[in-house]
């Protein structure tokens, strides 16, 4: 069997598809190490699974907002009892699966074809948390209507298309003072676990409390009262203890012993215990809500096309109120934080980033791929996509190329016909991996700057900060404010006192400055700028370069290229270098 998939894998790296992801073994300059064809397959397995919760949890918290259905009930203005209402929202719901299905699989495959980058994209948790409860508000009692709410996420993703055209958006990724962006990676990991410990997608361990921020839950979602689980109920959940022993220990053991495919087996047997009916960890109880779940499981295969909103944006902006500004304003700079944070640091966990340039392989690719995917996700009716945390499970599984988000794009694709089974995977059965996907990421945590404390506590608040507030941006954002309020002070005292005021670890900063190699416009600005007709695609490098193990090529993994010195000559002028930026602090 080990001999019959190498055969697959060196098949597949000698040929043009190995040599257009770089994969191991296809002779590519710049091939990945240890990226192989069926390693790739499985990781864009592990990361949709992984992620498929988002096809029915999206759809859930976007039918909140009411969509395109108007509450005509003026005795009741949330027609918590009308009937008519009630069907309509059945019908979003189901547009909203699709469409859900539908833009992941999209961008995802894009993303993975073009920019040959292992992260697939959704429409983001949290984002559309904020798009339904603040902006259109519960059944549409918020400042901005649906259809309003709706353009301002299209006009924002072709914002985001210029943005990442001018490089603005590397720029930020690489700018980033780089403890931050480490610690962003951990605070990642946390929100993950968080997630993970949730009801909406997770175990149910934990829940909001009203005495303390969070409390210990682990009841049955009936016995909740208040949103608290009652004491005398606490850890009595067996789908919470189902989720635990067999999606939780029983995954970490194979990972322990390396066994491949660990992530998709905890999830599938915790899925497949859940689904029959009478037993007490079933995902379709005897409510008239489980009823209707299983009804729509038992379809199997069935296409349901977007009805109630497709392209549904209203482009009267005549008599609106500043709201609509606000929301257009905050779903810019929270997806910009979100979106880029997350692409970084998933690459970063990838093993993708230019330690020399802070930046990754295909960046300006895979924001124009974000970007496009806001746009075309708002005409599905849906809140702004994402890059997705939950590509950690794929990258944890070995995936390093496109080929694992093409493959998860593909799996959303067939999903959209098979929505009843893949939107009955029940969220204690991604709630352990998404923890344990955490733990994983928490190990950049020992390469964070520790010994300055400017470094150092930015970082924590950062990664403190992203899990607590359940948001990647505001995360970010303290922690960028915190470094340049301490960094900038300690600066300001220095210079004033005529070098006499000095902070005593100042030798353990990280240096730190925003003219960063590579400058400000994305390489393929460039190479249209030197007249290269074919811009689109790297320079190549020349047949005559032999590889090095010297470090002075600057990030090429040992490229000597020839014209650069060599030897202490190249060692000498790269230690000038690292001087240099010193001190442009």
Not at 499 to 527: Q, S
Request: glycine residues 12%; charged residues 15%.
């Amino acid at each position: 069997m080990v001999g019959f998939t190498r055969k697959i894998n060196d098949a597949v790296a000698k040929s043009i598809v190995g040599r257009r992801f770089r994969l191991d073994g296809s002779g590519h300059a710049k091939s990945r190490e240890n990226a192989r064809f069926l390693t790739e397959i499985r990781a864009g397995f592990a990361t949709f699974f992984a992620m498929a919760y988002i096809i029915s949890v999206n759809a859930t918290i976007l039918t909140d907002s009411g969509g395109t259905c108007v509450c005509t009930d003026a005795s009741d203005l949330t027609c918590a009892d009308n009937l008519e209402y009630k069907l309509c929202l059945g019908v979003i719901h189901r547009d909203f699966i699709t469409g859900t299905a539908a833009i992941a699989a999209l961008t995802s495959f894009c993303m993975g074809l073009f920019a040959n980058m292992p992260i697939a994209l959704a429409p983001g948790m949290g984002l559309n948390a904020y798009f339904t409860y603040t902006v259109v508000g519960f059944g549409g009692s918020g400042p901005v209507s649906y259809q309003l709410a709706l353009t301002a996420v299209f006009v924002e993703g072709f914002v985001f298309v210029g943005l990442s055209l001018l490089g603005l958006r590397q720029w930020l990724a690489r700018v980033i003072p780089a403890s931050i962006k480490l610690a962003s990676g951990v605070g990642i990991g946390l929100y993950l676990t968080i997630i993970g410990l949730t009801y909406s997608a997770g175990i149910g361990a934990i829940t909001g409390a009203t005495s303390t921020p969070l409390e210990l839950a682990g009841c049955l979602v009936e016995d909740i009262i208040d949103g608290v689980c009652p004491g005398s109920t606490k850890m009595r959940s067996p789908m919470m203890w189902l989720g635990i022993f067999c999606g939780g220990f029983v995954t970490a053991i194979l990972l322990a012993y390396k066994v491949k495919g660990a992530i998709i087996a905890g999830i599938l047997l915790v899925s497949i215990l859940s689904w029959p009916r009478p037993t007490s960890v079933t995902y379709f109880p005897y409510t008239p809500v489980g009823n209707d779940n299983f009804d729509f499981f038992k379809k199997v295969v069935t296409f349901h096309g977007i009805q109630n909103t497709l392209a549904v944006q209203d482009w009267n902006l005549s008599g609106v109120s500043g709201q609509f500004g606000l929301a257009f304003i905050t779903f810019l700079y929270v997806d910009i934080l979100d979106c880029t944070g997350t692409l970084y640091s998933m690459a970063h966990f990838a093993g993708a980033i230019d330690e020399e340039t802070q930046d990754f392989e295909g960046s300006a690719v895979a924001y124009l791929v974000d970007a496009l995917g806001i746009s075309i996700g708002s005409l599905f009716g849906l809140s702004p996509v994402t890059a997705f945390i939950e590509s950690g499970a794929g990258i944890s599984e070995g995936g390093k190329t496109g080929l694992t988000a093409m493959t998860t794009g593909l799996c959303f694709f067939i999903s959209i016909f098979f929505a009843p089974i893949f939107a009955s995977i029940p969220p204690w059965a991604t709630g352990c991996t998404l923890i344990i996907v955490g733990s994983m990421m928490a190990k950049a945590a020992k390469d964070i700057n520790w010994r300055y404390f400017g470094d150092a506590l930015p970082a924590f608040i950062t990664l403190a900060v992203m899990p607590f507030t359940y948001s990647i941006a505001y995360g970010l954002i303290a922690g960028i404010v915190s470094y340049m309020i301490i960094n900038t002070t300690t600066w300001v005292l220095e210079v004033v006192s005529g070098g006499r005021i000095v902070v005593p670890d100042k030798e353990f900063k990280e240096p730190w400055t925003w003219k960063v190699k590579g400058g400000l416009l994305p390489a393929w600005v460039v190479r249209a700028g030197r007249g290269k007709k074919d811009f689109r695609h790297e320079d190549q490098i020349p047949a005559e370069v032999q590889r090095s193990e010297s470090a002075s090529t600057g990030g090429l993994s040992g490229v000597k290229v020839p014209g650069l010195r060599s030897g202490s000559d190249a060692e000498a002028k790269s230690e000038d270098e690292e001087n240099g930026a010193r001190k442009l602090d």
